[in-house]
């Protein structure tokens, strides 16, 4: 089992920065690769980038490459995605995921099997 819990949610002006963190308990998370995806009203939930259990490896959504970046502190147990040059678009509740297959880094929901709660992320114009 393991827990995760996103903060750092918020709202935003377009082209400003927000950063979000997901704290991990309950799992051996060092061993486990991290993702965040987002939701937004209507929409399905998307993939937004990913991270491998060293941080060695990170993917992006073309969506948010070159403006997002993910991150990890496996002393802290926590998974970082620094969000800048945000949009409107950008708009969605985010959620951060574990994946407990080692080396499986994906960006499909089901490579993933403990997600966080979310949190709303909603940038105005």
């Known amino acids: 089992q393991a827990q995760l819990v996103e903060s750092g949610g918020g709202s935003a002006q377009a082209g400003g920065p927000l950063s979000l963190s997901c704290a991990a308990s309950?799992?051996?998370?060092?061993?486990?690769?991290m993702g965040w995806f987002r939701q937004a009203p209507g929409k399905e939930r998307e993939f937004v980038g990913a991270?491998?259990?060293?941080?060695?490896?990170?993917y992006y959504a073309d969506s948010v490459k070159g403006r997002f970046t993910i991150s990890r502190d496996n002393a802290k147990n926590t998974v970082y995605l620094q969000m800048n040059s945000l949009k409107p678009e950008d708009t969605a509740v985010y959620y951060c995921a574990l994946s407990s297959t080692f080396g499986r880094v994906g960006a499909r929901t089901s490579d993933y099997d403990y997600w966080g709660q979310g949190t709303q992320v909603t940038v105005s114009s």
């Open positions: 309950g799992r051996a998370f060092s061993s486990c690769a």
């Open positions: 991270i491998s259990w060293n941080g060695g490896r990170t």
